[in-house]
């Protein structure tokens, strides 16, 4: 199993990155899958997941009209669209497996740097 995250970046605030997480190894359209990330001095908070249909999601409060989960079953990979950054979002962004769909992660990527920076 593997999970490949890429599309992290330096971002002016108000701009958008799009993670990618490239999975492989197992059936990408039997799990929900997850982001998950770390802010500086923090640990780790959830922040949103889909079924592995597409067909659910969830999102963390304060992300909500803001990022966007979605997912191409097709390509085995996991997609976050993250506008209107701000102070508050820098972060190392990991995905995650799933494997109950209750927040029970057993499989991690080696995590996207989120910056934001005038």
């Known amino acids: 199993v593997q999970l490949v995250e890429s599309g992290g970046g330096l971002v002016q605030p108000g701009g958008s990155l799009r993670l990618s997480c490239a999975a492989s190894?197992?059936?990408?359209?039997?799990?929900?899958m997850s982001w998950v990330r770390q802010a500086p001095g923090k640990g780790l908070e959830w922040v949103s997941d889909?079924?592995?249909?597409?067909?659910?999601?969830n999102y963390v409060n304060f992300v909500k009209g803001r990022f966007n989960i979605s997912r191409s079953n097709a390509k085995s990979t996991l997609y976050l669209q993250l506008n209107s950054l701000g102070q508050e979002d820098p972060a190392l962004c990991y995905c995650?497996?799933?494997?109950?769909?209750?927040?029970?992660?057993?499989?991690w990527g080696q995590g996207a740097q989120v910056t934001v920076s005038t």
């Open positions: 995650a497996r799933d494997q109950t769909g209750w927040s029970k992660y057993d499989e």
């Open positions: 190894g197992f059936t990408f359209s039997s799990y929900y």
């Open positions: 889909m079924a592995g249909d597409g067909g659910r999601t």
